[in-house]
């Protein structure tokens, strides 16, 4: 079985964010490093009759402010800080999650993913927004004109369909999203036993 855990994520998700504020000192304690994987959020939830949490927990008593509560044990458990909501949410993603597939073609992709996730869920703007979004990567130190230019092309396209597709294939329905060889596991509160399952395969 590979050891090396894979986080499938899409910057739409606050929880991704949060897993990967955790990730690296979870690295750190195990010597693994994780393997992102780009997604598209919205195919996955079409792909399998999804909807957000936003969707979902509407009208339900008590399950919100579970989730609250669960937030808030995350954030404790993994010392992070929390997110800061982005009032333009839902933001779509596509243009995003394509230009992280050119940033890994690029070999820019751990800057582009820390840039982008900032610029999401810590000083949050509208990433939807192709001005704006050109601006606060280039604002992070990237070469913004040319990873939008790059996320156009065909073969950045197709590999983030790849990735979606397969994605469902492996049985996923959301995001975060995690694997440990065939092992699934969702959601962010799931960061506990992705930890276990790696050191258990190599003892």
């Known amino acids: 079985m590979r050891l090396s855990p894979q986080f499938l994520f899409d910057f739409g998700s606050p929880n991704a964010f949060l897993s990967h504020e955790a990730i690296?000192?979870?690295?750190?304690?195990?010597?693994?490093?994780f393997e992102y994987v780009p997604i598209l959020l919205g195919g996955i939830?079409?792909?399998?009759?999804?909807?957000?949490?936003?969707?979902?927990?509407?009208?339900?008593k008590n399950k919100g402010e579970f989730?609250?509560?669960?937030?808030?044990?995350?954030?404790?458990?993994?010392?992070?800080?929390?997110?800061?909501?982005?009032?333009?949410f839902p933001v779509n993603t596509l243009?995003?999650?394509?230009?992280?597939?050119?940033?890994?073609?690029?070999?820019?992709?751990?800057?582009?993913?820390?840039?982008?996730f900032h610029n999401m869920w810590r000083e949050p703007k509208k990433m939807d927004d192709p001005?704006?979004?050109?601006?606060?990567?280039?604002?992070s130190g990237l070469d913004a004109a040319k990873l939008l230019r790059r996320s156009q092309d065909a073969d950045?396209?197709?590999?983030?369909?790849?990735?979606?597709?397969?994605?469902?294939?492996?049985?996923?329905?959301?995001?975060?999203?995690?694997?440990?060889?065939?092992?699934?596991?969702f959601g962010k509160e799931q960061l506990r036993e992705v930890e276990e399952m790696v050191v258990a395969n190599r003892e």
Do not use: D
């Open 24 to 33: 690296p000192a979870i690295e750190k304690r195990i010597g693994v490093k």
């Open 45 to 60: 939830f079409k792909a399998t009759n999804n909807r957000s949490p936003a969707e979902t927990l509407a009208g339900i």
């Open 67 to 88: 989730q609250v509560i669960e937030t808030e044990r995350f954030i404790k458990r993994f010392r992070v800080q929390p997110y800061v909501w982005n009032p333009f």
């Open 95 to 116: 243009s995003l999650m394509r230009a992280a597939v050119a940033a890994q073609f690029e070999g820019v992709f751990e800057k582009y993913v820390e840039a982008a």
């Open 131 to 139: 001005e704006v979004a050109a601006k606060a990567l280039s604002a």
């Open 156 to 185: 950045v396209k197709a590999k983030l369909i790849e990735n979606t597709q397969s994605a469902v294939e492996r049985g996923a329905f959301g995001a975060p999203t995690f694997f440990v060889g065939n092992e699934m596991f």
